[in-house]
Protein backbone atom coordinates (compact mmCIF):
# COMPACT_ATOMS: atom_id res chain seq x y z
CA UNK A 1 0.00 0.00 0.00
CA UNK A 2 1.30 3.53 -0.90
CA UNK A 3 0.02 6.54 1.00
CA UNK A 4 1.19 10.11 -0.50
CA UNK A 5 0.70 13.49 1.13
CA UNK A 6 0.48 16.33 -1.07
CA UNK A 7 1.95 20.15 0.10
CA UNK A 8 2.56 23.19 -1.27
CA UNK A 9 -0.79 24.76 -2.51
CA UNK A 10 -1.70 27.84 -2.12
CA UNK A 11 -2.93 31.54 -3.52
CA UNK A 12 -0.39 33.26 -5.86
CA UNK A 13 -0.77 35.97 -8.28
CA UNK A 14 -0.76 35.62 -11.99
CA UNK A 15 2.56 35.14 -13.52
CA UNK A 16 3.98 33.52 -10.16
CA UNK A 17 5.36 30.13 -9.19
CA UNK A 18 4.37 27.75 -6.79
CA UNK A 19 6.11 24.34 -5.53
CA UNK A 20 4.02 21.32 -4.95
CA UNK A 21 5.38 18.61 -2.95
CA UNK A 22 4.45 15.09 -2.80
CA UNK A 23 5.60 12.64 0.32
CA UNK A 24 5.24 8.73 -0.50
CA UNK A 25 5.07 6.07 2.47
CA UNK A 26 7.49 3.24 1.22
CA UNK A 27 9.84 2.54 -1.81
CA UNK A 28 9.10 4.76 -4.92
CA UNK A 29 11.05 2.12 -6.57
CA UNK A 30 8.29 0.00 -6.62
CA UNK A 31 6.02 2.47 -8.06
CA UNK A 32 6.59 2.94 -12.30
CA UNK A 33 5.07 6.41 -12.47
CA UNK A 34 4.28 9.23 -10.60
CA UNK A 35 1.36 12.15 -11.81
CA UNK A 36 0.01 15.33 -10.81
CA UNK A 37 -3.31 15.62 -11.63
CA UNK A 38 -6.15 18.54 -11.24
CA UNK A 39 -9.35 19.36 -11.40
CA UNK A 40 -11.23 22.81 -11.46
CA UNK A 41 -14.67 23.17 -10.68
CA UNK A 42 -16.72 21.69 -13.23
CA UNK A 43 -14.00 20.08 -15.28
CA UNK A 44 -12.83 17.04 -15.89
CA UNK A 45 -9.58 16.06 -14.16
CA UNK A 46 -6.84 15.95 -16.33
CA UNK A 47 -3.13 14.70 -15.69
CA UNK A 48 -1.01 17.37 -15.66
CA UNK A 49 2.52 15.89 -15.75
CA UNK A 50 4.29 12.57 -14.74
CA UNK A 51 7.42 10.93 -14.63
CA UNK A 52 8.11 7.23 -14.74
CA UNK A 53 10.92 5.31 -12.70
CA UNK A 54 13.25 5.78 -15.56
CA UNK A 55 12.79 9.42 -15.26
CA UNK A 56 10.65 10.00 -18.48
CA UNK A 57 8.83 13.13 -18.42
CA UNK A 58 5.17 14.21 -19.95
CA UNK A 59 3.31 16.79 -19.94
CA UNK A 60 -0.25 18.42 -20.70
CA UNK A 61 0.39 20.66 -23.72
CA UNK A 62 -1.27 23.60 -21.55
CA UNK A 63 1.67 23.29 -19.16
CA UNK A 64 4.81 22.65 -21.25
CA UNK A 65 7.19 24.96 -20.60
CA UNK A 66 5.60 26.35 -17.82
CA UNK A 67 5.50 23.20 -15.20
CA UNK A 68 8.93 21.20 -14.23
CA UNK A 69 8.36 17.48 -12.56
CA UNK A 70 10.64 15.49 -10.56
CA UNK A 71 11.06 12.87 -8.85
CA UNK A 72 13.74 11.86 -5.86
CA UNK A 73 13.74 8.49 -5.13
CA UNK A 74 16.03 8.83 -2.13
CA UNK A 75 13.62 11.12 -0.94
CA UNK A 76 10.12 9.53 -1.58
CA UNK A 77 8.96 12.28 -2.72
CA UNK A 78 8.18 14.05 -6.20
CA UNK A 79 7.51 17.96 -6.89
CA UNK A 80 5.77 19.93 -9.77
CA UNK A 81 7.18 23.59 -10.02
CA UNK A 82 5.09 25.67 -11.37
CA UNK A 83 6.36 28.87 -12.92
CA UNK A 84 4.37 31.67 -14.94
CA UNK A 85 0.94 30.81 -13.35
CA UNK A 86 -2.42 31.25 -15.07
CA UNK A 87 -5.95 32.07 -13.58
CA UNK A 88 -7.07 28.96 -15.24
CA UNK A 89 -4.46 26.88 -13.99
CA UNK A 90 -6.62 27.45 -10.62
CA UNK A 91 -7.23 24.01 -9.51
CA UNK A 92 -7.14 21.17 -6.69
CA UNK A 93 -3.63 19.32 -7.36
CA UNK A 94 -3.56 15.73 -6.54
CA UNK A 95 -0.61 13.47 -6.67
CA UNK A 96 -0.73 10.04 -7.95
CA UNK A 97 0.91 6.91 -8.60
CA UNK A 98 0.65 3.41 -10.59
CA UNK A 99 2.71 0.75 -10.23
CA UNK A 100 2.90 -0.67 -13.84
CA UNK A 101 2.45 1.11 -17.59
CA UNK A 102 -0.20 -1.52 -18.17
CA UNK A 103 -2.58 -0.61 -14.72
CA UNK A 104 -4.21 3.21 -14.06
CA UNK A 105 -3.33 5.03 -11.31
CA UNK A 106 -4.49 3.79 -8.28
CA UNK A 107 -2.74 5.48 -5.68
CA UNK A 108 -3.81 8.82 -5.09
CA UNK A 109 -3.25 12.05 -1.93
CA UNK A 110 -6.24 14.05 -0.45
CA UNK A 111 -5.44 17.35 -2.97
CA UNK A 112 -4.10 20.76 -2.88
CA UNK A 113 -5.70 23.97 -3.71
CA UNK A 114 -4.14 25.93 -6.18
CA UNK A 115 -5.44 29.58 -6.73
CA UNK A 116 -4.00 31.94 -9.09
CA UNK A 117 -5.94 35.32 -9.28
CA UNK A 118 -5.24 38.78 -8.79
Known amino acids: QVQLVESGGGLVQPGGSLRLSCAAS????????MGWFRQAPGRQRELVAA???????NYADSVKGRFTISRDNAKNAVYLQMNSLKPEDTAVYSC????????????WGQGTQVTVSS
Open 96 to 107: SAKISILRAYEY
Open 26 to 33: GSMSSLYA
Open 51 to 57: VTRGGIT
